[in-house]
């Protein structure tokens, strides 16, 4: 393989658009590697296989990539929410069997679009709440949960044919910070990172996950540099240490733990020279900063400060990898996603409403890697009236009318806090650390998917019982 194609095999761009751009034709007929779906390249089940066809027409060993992790991060079904829980409610729940067959019925939808490479699960752990990224994606604080869940995850998706890819390594929840805006740190000794962090990404490995994607996280206790750009923590402790064989993949290259650092570029070259093999390029980039970036990966080997034959082993792998996930099998499961949802449900008091409700939607700032939600609970109760508050606007009058607060990660947002009335019926959609005194009714969802809202939307209608805790016995 000339450096040339390799360098084109470890690229993994986004484009604008539901059909293949031209700029892009050139680069599959020189062997991309892959692609990255977002949202905006989504419309429908029909036109996502339609695409992917597309692709694959110029380019038929094409990884095909989108985070599909179910609740709060969907790419198929952004616009609705996802028929799933995520990984928190799962955790909540703690049913292993339950988690591989929701992940089996993710990889279904996938492999009947064409996506081959779930950018799925998140293996970190919550180490600290106050984390912006990972909170409901993340199974849960407690490592040996995560890593049942994340094994379970992992044998789900690949039992149909879909590559799973854990993410972020060595772990985003020992920060506090969003790599999209930030170089965050990892301020823990190794022995810490050992006990609480690695444990999950050992249970992907052991379970055979195909893939794994580095953080843009630094861990001063290993490495100076961003775990993307560390030999240390990607050659000695991800493939040495612990025995990794599989495709490492960067997250975005765009981000600006990256980007705004070393820049894209020297990013790349770094992060191939330090261990990985598949680089994100990120949902936002030019074809010429693509270029720019090829470009930089083939002078670095042309002048030495790149190894050929690290490079020649990054693409194989990447070849490899498409391969082994090049006949994905559509499986469906329509039952499960509500399932686990209800079963995830956390109730405390009585929510039902036998009267006159206003329901209240807080909406902080959406992350990046969920995207504003196009969806709420006002969609699956359509007979309540509802209002959507963000940070600043005041509380309607009630004029009688039980309030329904729905709240998303109200621990960190003292805004939304301020906004409880007793007697309300609150609804946490987010991280569940925030429980007021004096709520006629608590009910936790573990996430906001369409599933998780669906749920509680029952619960508001008087379906099902309430009046004591239900996490995990609801069905």
């Known amino acids: 393989m000339s450096p040339e194609r390799a360098a084109a095999a470890c690229l993994f761009p986004g484009f604008e658009g539901l059909e293949p751009p031209g700029w892009l034709a050139p680069w599959l007929a020189d062997g991309l590697g892959g692609v990255v779906l977002f949202a905006r390249n989504i419309r429908d089940p029909e036109q996502v296989a339609e695409l992917t066809a597309a692709l694959r027409r110029d380019q038929p060993g094409l990884l095909v990539a989108t985070d599909e992790e179910g609740g709060d991060v969907t790419r198929l079904e952004a616009a609705s929410g996802s028929s799933y829980p995520g990984n928190l409610a799962l955790g909540a729940v703690d049913d292993v069997e339950l988690t591989e067959r929701v992940a089996a019925a993710i990889g279904g939808d996938l492999a009947a679009v064409g996506i081959n490479l779930d950018l799925a699960p998140v293996a970190d752990v919550v180490a600290n709440p106050e984390n912006p990224i990972v909170g409901v994606r993340s199974f849960g604080s407690d490592p040996a949960l995560v890593s049942r869940h994340v094994a379970a995850f992992v044998r789900g998706l690949q039992g149909v044919g879909v590559a799973a890819c854990a993410k972020h390594f060595p772990g985003h ?22 006990e609480r962090a690695l444990p999950p990404f050992r249970a992907a490995f052991e379970a055979g996950a195909k893939v794994v994607m580095s953080a843009h996280i630094r861990v001063p206790s290993i490495d100076e540099a961003p775990a993307t750009l560390s030999r240390e923590l990607l050659t000695g402790l991800l493939r040495d240490e612990l025995g990794f064989r599989g495709l490492v993949m960067t997250d975005a ?45 083939v002078e ?64 902080p700032q959406a992350t990046i890697a969920a995207g504003e939600a196009g969806h709420g609970l006002a969609d699956v109760l359509p007979r309540a009236e509802t209002v959507t508050l963000r940070d600043g606007d005041p509380l309607p009058e009630l004029d009688g009318r039980r309030l329904v607060l729905v709240t998303r990660d109200a621990y960190r947002h003292a805004w939304q806090r301020d906004l409880f009335r007793p007697g309300a019926v609150v609804v946490e959609t987010g991280y569940p650390s925030w429980r007021p005194a004096g709520a006629a009714a608590y009910v936790a969802t573990y996430g906001a998917g369409r599933a998780n809202l669906e749920a509680a939307a029952r619960l508001l209608a008087g379906a099902g019982s309430s009046g004591r805790s239900t996490r995990g016995s609801r069905s």
């Open 300 to 363: 670095a080997v042309r002048s030495g400060r790149l190894d050929e034959a690290r490079l020649e082993e990054a693409a194989d792998r990447v070849v490899e990898t498409a391969a082994w996930a090049s006949h994905p099998r559509p499986h469906a499961d329509t039952e499960v996603g509500g399932e686990a949802a209800r079963r995830a449900l956390d109730v405390e008091g009585d929510p039902s409403l036998d009267g006159p409700a206003l329901v209240v939607e807080l909406r």
């Open 253 to 297: 290259l765009e981000m600006k733990a990256v980007s705004a650092t070393v820049g894209m570029e020297q990013g790349a070259v770094r992060a191939l020279a330090a261990g990985a093999d598949a680089l994100c390029l990120g949902a936002d980039l030019t074809s010429g900063e693509v270029e720019s970036i090829h470009r930089a990966i």
């Open 173 to 194: 929840g020992e920060t506090v910070g969003d790599s999209h805006l930030e170089l965050p740190v990892a301020d823990v000794d190794r022995a810490t990172l050992e």
